[in-house]
């Protein structure tokens, strides 16, 4: 049976390895994709094997990747190397961290294991921290992330533009979440810290998916962790491994707060924040950019928005709005 014809975009990946690494042949297939416009290709020869991004240039931009990456190395962490770039046409050879994600092997025994792995590695990530390295995580950006909820989970995918009364509670909600994410400590944030970013490699954990890193809330990676998009876990074992974190942050002098209630409180806000986030961003990729499968993960970040919005009188806004919309059970 013969391979698939390669579009021009892989079959120029396909050459750009062969060139960067003096082969002839090599097997070529494809590795993964994202939610973006990048995708990923393995080149395998001689028992070893190489990862190509194919990142087109007037969709996305390497330089972002290549900073952090080098941050990460910088670090200590296991991330990506750099092996070759041709930026114009939007390549990059890679070191290969391995096939399988902590999201392929997790269970409910390895668990533990695994995510002390991941623990130790975002300590490290964020004591290397340095301000005016990585784009803030400011104000405006915190405001365009949550403007995607309700412009196209509830405008586009609901068609259900909010009334005024709606709007009143979604503008103290957005206002509460922005100041609460600012009032945090500021360091580096990977912005997608999931197991699915995260490899089964050694050094455990390889570290993926950096590109979209900035400098903000201390909580954003922690509660990207424990609440992600493709793997519910209880509330007894966030809470432990919550703790696990803010004992080890503080054990290596990171800025969390010194009383774990308030840590809890951040943790539980910024969540909230990326959840009504990604939200938006799974309606978007699917309407605009015709990919339906993320949609299916939308009632899991509703049933944290719901339990949060719970937890907290100052959230009685979002409580009331979740009320008056025709959302799903």
């Not at 490290?124 to 340095?130: E, K, T």
């Not at 259900?160 to 709606?166: D, F, G």
């Not at 696990?244 to 943790?267: I, K, M, S, T």
């Amino acid at each position: 049976m013969t391979a698939p014809a390669l579009d021009a975009r892989a079959a120029a990946a396909q050459a750009f390895a062969h060139r960067s690494l003096g082969l002839r042949e090599a097997g070529f297939a494809p590795a993964s994709a994202d939610a973006s416009f990048r995708r990923y290709f393995r080149v395998e020869a001689g028992g070893q094997s190489w990862v190509v991004m194919d990142a087109p240039p007037e969709r996305e931009d390497c330089r972002p990747f290549l900073q952090v990456a080098q941050l990460m190395l910088d670090a200590g962490l296991n991330a990506p190397k750099v092996l070759a770039q041709d930026l114009e046409q939007g390549y990059l050879l890679l070191s290969d961290l391995g096939r399988q994600t902590f999201l392929h092997v997790l269970t409910e025994d390895n668990a533990d294991a695994l995510f002390a792995d991941a623990i130790a590695a975002l300590v490290q990530w964020q004591q290397a921290s340095r301000a005016g390295v990585l784009p803030d995580y400011d104000a405006a950006l915190l405001e365009r992330e949550l403007a995607l909820f309700p412009d196209w989970y509830l405008g586009r995918h609901l068609d259900h533009p909010l009334s005024a009364e709606q709007q009143a509670c979604w503008d103290a909600t957005r206002q509460l979440l922005v100041d609460s994410a600012l009032a945090q400590a500021p360091v580096y944030v990977h912005r997608d810290y999931m197991p699915r970013n995260l490899m089964a490699s050694a050094p455990s954990p390889g570290v993926l998916d950096f590109q979209d890193a900035v400098y903000g809330p201390i909580s954003y990676d922690v509660v990207s962790l424990f609440k992600d998009a493709f793997r519910s876990w209880p509330e007894a074992r966030i809470d432990a491994w919550r703790q696990q974190y803010w004992q080890a942050a503080r054990a290596a002098g990171l800025p969390v707060p010194d009383d774990l209630a308030r840590f809890e409180r951040d943790f539980d806000l910024m969540g909230l924040q990326r959840h009504l986030k990604v939200l938006g961003i799974f309606a978007r990729i699917n309407y605009r950019d015709g990919k339906p499968h993320y949609l299916a993960d939308t009632p899991r970040f509703l049933g944290y928005v719901r339990t949060v919005a719970a937890r907290y009188p100052e959230l009685a806004p979002l409580r009331q709005l979740l009320d008056s919309l025709p959302l799903p059970a």
